[in-house]
């Protein structure tokens, strides 16, 4: 008399009903994902061979193009919003310095604009970047 002990299964479950639903949810979260966008401006900034490197990271960094944009917080202010975004930017932070990057084609009038705005707003110190040659 043979006694049958408990069989064990040598299958193992079937795993394609699974991979099929993960790709079938990675599809549809990379098709309904909203991507952002940032709006980017290429400056070439002015050389000095007197600048001085600043470990400041806390900053509000504004951009200046050629043509006229001022670009804050990845974002196109326009100039007349300008200072009352500054306002809102000092209050809310620690360090009141700003950043100006402008490109070397940058308008004076624009640059001396928004220094005017930023100091308007109650920043401390202005700083303008520049590159070494």
Known sequence: MQFEGARKSG???????LIDIVFL???????????MEY?????????ATSSTTSSNTENIHIILSKEG????????????MLLPYLQNKLQTSEHRHVSIHGDQQTNLGLS?????????????SIDIVTKQP
């Open 69 to 80: 944009n001022v670009l804050v917080d990845d974002h196109i202010i326009a100039i007349a």
């Open 112 to 124: 001396v604009q928004v220094m005017d705005t930023a100091r308007q707003a109650g920043a401390s």
């Open 11 to 17: 299958q193992a479950p079937n795993l394609t009903p």
């Open 39 to 47: 709006e980017v401006i290429t400056i070439d900034l002015p050389k």
């Open 25 to 35: 949810l990675l599809v549809f979260f990379m098709l309904t994902a909203n991507f």
